[in-house]
């Protein structure tokens, strides 16, 4: 009776063995399925260096076709890419990751015309395209030209005193032209006093900062521009009088942006604002950091721009244009009218209290179907420039801008930032204190602990 009994036990102990066994089985493999269907990351680093950026994402979710990156490189070196490459396929079902070894099959290369080891080709429909690196910024830039079939070119107005871009000085605008590079915009100059027409491939118009007034058949040629369709980017400083470097009020350039609804006023924005003072910006520059829904904008919440020497503008509708506000100065701001000095008095009554609107995105309807004009005002010019344009959000602000004025939406995003340098760098004092705390201060701290301990045992 006993040992039956002890046989039903042994039986019941292994049923229950067998059955956790079993469960623990399914809900491997259960797992394994879903990890190889759904693969999850998360990124914890502080500038996510191991996440794809919001722009990319927005492009490769954004695919209405299949899209298959080709990766060429020797079988042994596939490792080299994979990575990278993976987190493309996770954004979307439509893309597709093929490895070819150049030795083992050339054919594929061959007709690729892939000279060196690690390049990727990026196809979508029957546009090919070659990465220019194997990087995010040249992947996601060879998906950008294969969608992108038409030249894009932004043409930047010179011969009044503007920022050029072929410049390296601080107030040129060459980070900015490679900037726009990147997102694969050609950049060029062209001088309207030479010849009084935008040149037809001229996606977008850049009006950068002009110290001298513009004659009327400048101005002329921009209105027949944007009002028969054209796009403009207009980025105005206020007419300062002292100093040697002085600003001509643009009566005639002003006047033309008038009567699409926005005025620049004559004043100058002083920003009290005690955040931008932490940051290191003097009351010269105005700090935002609240923005509204327009669509350049509208995905920069949390992200902060600086405006150096900037202006007010007062916005309104007109017969034919629209116009929206895009971010305001902060409550703390003011304006100043006094433009001919370097002294400001902050409790002159005369100072207009903020917030004021900084810069404002219009459109203009031309009458024709599918030719809407675009322009955007913003009255600063110097935070495009080489000195400011790297500060937090300026960059984004910039070609989200260009995005918009040349209808590409699908590329309004904020862009990945550059890696930070986390190295740690010590002098030579502190290389020494830190050898003699590792090598001598803690194995002595060990030692005399272990000697406490057997002290107070004996």
């Known amino acids: 009776m006993a040992s039956r009994w002890l046989k039903a036990r042994q039986t019941k102990y292994a049923a229950y063995a067998t059955l956790y066994i079993l469960v623990t089985i399914a809900i491997v493999v259960i797992v394994n399925i879903f990890a190889n269907r759904y693969d999850k990351s998360v990124d914890t680093t502080a500038n ?31 490792r080299e890419g994979k990575d990278l490459l993976d987190e493309y396929a996770n954004l979307s079902p439509r893309i597709r990751i093929d490895y070819v070894d150049p030795d083992k099959d050339p054919q594929p ?55 050029q871009i072929d410049s390296t000085d601080r107030d040129g605008l060459s980070q900015f032209k490679d900037l726009l590079a990147k997102d694969e915009y050609e950049a060029k100059s062209i001088d309207l006093l030479q010849k009084a027409e935008v040149p037809d491939d001229c996606t977008t118009l850049v009006v950068a900062g002009p110290t001298h007034d513009y004659q009327q058949p400048e101005v002329d040629a921009i209105k027949k521009y944007v009002e028969d ?25 002003t006047g033309l942006l008038e009567s699409w609804g926005v005025t620049l006023d004559k004043d100058l924005i ?21 923005y509204g829904s327009q669509p350049i904008v509208s995905q920069m919440k949390g992200t902060a721009v600086g405006l150096p020497l900037a202006r007010s503008l007062e916005i309104k509708d007109t017969g034919k244009a629209s116009v929206e506000k895009l971010f305001d100065s902060s409550n703390s701001s003011l304006a100043t009218n006094n433009l001919n000095s370097a002294s400001i008095n902050l409790n002159d009554p005369k100072n207009k209290k903020g917030p004021m609107t ?9 009458g024709k179907p599918d030719s809407q004009g ?25 070609l989200n801008t ?23 760098t010590m002098t030579r ?30």
Not at 141 to 158: H, N, P, Q
Not at 232 to 240: I, N, V
Not at 444 to 454: K, S
């Open 402 to 424: 260009v995005n918009w004025l040349s209808s590409d939406e699908d590329l309004i995003s904020i862009r990945p930032k550059p890696q930070d340098d986390r190295r740690i």
């Open 270 to 290: 002083l920003d009290l604002n005690p955040i931008g003072q932490l940051v290191g910006l003097g009351p010269q520059v105005a700090l935002v950091t609240q």
């Open 48 to 78: 996510k260096r191991y996440s794809l950026s919001e722009q990319t994402s927005k492009i490769v979710k954004g695919l209405k076709q299949g899209a298959t990156i080709t990766y060429f490189n020797q079988s042994t070196r596939f």
């Open 358 to 366: 900084l810069a404002a995105g219009g459109t203009y309807d031309t």
């Open 109 to 163: 290369a061959r007709e690729a015309g892939i000279r060196d080891y690690g390049t990727a080709v990026v196809q979508i429909g029957s546009r090919k395209e070659t990465a220019k690196s194997m990087t995010e910024e040249g992947i996601t830039g060879a998906f950008i030209r294969d969608l992108k079939s038409k030249t894009r070119t932004v043409c930047f107005v010179t011969g009044s005193g503007e920022h």
């Open 374 to 398: 675009r322009f955007v005002v913003v009255g600063s010019s110097m935070w495009i420039a080489n000195r400011f344009i790297g500060f937090n959000g300026n960059s984004d602000l910039a």
């Open 429 to 458: 004092a502190q290389m020494n204190t830190v050898r003699t705390t590792s090598q001598f201060g803690l194995p002595l701290v060990v030692v005399l602990a272990g000697i406490a301990v057997w002290w107070r045992r004996r």
């Open 229 to 253: 369709g054209g796009r403009a980017f207009f980025l105005l400083d206020p007419p300062l009088q002292f100093g040697r470097d002085t600003v001509a009020s643009n009566d005639a350039l």
